[in-house]
C-alpha cells in the first residue's frame, strides 16, 4: 500500500528555495575566498551575495523563457488540432 503523499504549505517551499540560495551563496564566497579574494575575504562574501542574486534572476529567467517556447508550440498544435477538426467536420459533412 503507497502511502499519501504530505501536503506541502508555500511556507515549506519558499524555505526550501531560500535554503538552497543560501547554500549557493555560501558555496560562491567560499570558492571566491580560497581563489580571487585570498587577502580580502569580506570582498568574497559581498561578490559571493551577488553573484547568487544574479544566477537566481538567470535561472528564473530561463525558466520564463521555456514556458514562453512551449507556448508557441501548444499555440501551434491549438491551432493545427482546430483547423485538422473543421476539415474533418466539412468534409464528413459533405459527404453525408
Known sequence: MALPIPQISPEQ???F??????????????????????GHPDYAATYGEAI????SLTALYLILEMI???KKWVK?????????????????????
Open 13 to 15: 517551499i519558499v524555505n
Open 17 to 38: 528555495l531560500y535554503a538552497i540560495y543560501y547554500f549557493l551563496r555560501n558555496a560562491i564566497a567560499f570558492l571566491l575566498e580560497n581563489t580571487l579574494f585570498k
Open 52 to 55: 547568487s542574486f544574479l544566477i
Open 68 to 70: 514562453e517556447a512551449a
Open 76 to 96: 501551434i498544435i491549438l491551432i493545427i488540432g482546430w483547423g485538422l477538426l473543421i476539415i474533418t467536420i466539412l468534409t464528413s459533412r459533405a459527404m453525408i
